[in-house]
């Protein structure tokens, strides 16, 4: 089992920057990737973007590309998603998941947290 709770959420202006933060445990958890998925409302949760523990990949989906940076703490067991140039369509809740790293580019997950709002206002 793994167990994900993320944290940093809030509310920007368009513009600003957040970083979200994911504690991850689990006897299992080096078997896995990490990856940030979010859902806006009215909208499916989608996936944002991966990498693993090793750290000999990492991907993103367009839109966040250039402007978001997910990186892995293995001393700490400890995820971040660094969100820089926020726009209102960032706009969502932010899911922490842990799974394999096909899976998660896939767009599904083994394991998710509970997620953190952030909101950018315009």
């Known amino acids: 089992q793994v167990q994900l709770i993320e944290s940093g959420g809030g509310l920007v202006q368009a513009g600003g920057s957040l970083r979200l933060s994911c504690a991850a445990s689990?006897?299992?958890?080096?078997?896995?990737?990490m990856g940030w998925f979010r859902q806006g409302p009215g909208k499916e949760r989608e996936f944002v973007a991966a990498a693993t523990w090793s750290g000999d990949r990492t991907y993103y989906v367009e839109p966040v590309k250039g402007r978001f940076t997910i990186s892995l703490n293995n001393a700490k067991n400890t995820v971040y998603l660094q969100m820089n140039s926020l726009k209102p369509e960032d706009t969502a809740v932010y899911y922490c998941?842990?799974?394999?790293?096909?899976?998660?580019?896939?767009?599904?997950?083994?394991?998710w947290g509970p997620g953190t709002q952030v909101t950018v206002s315009s």
């Open positions: 998941a842990a799974g394999l790293y096909y899976v998660l580019k896939g767009g599904s997950s083994d394991y």
């Open positions: 689990g006897r299992t958890l080096s078997s896995y990737a």
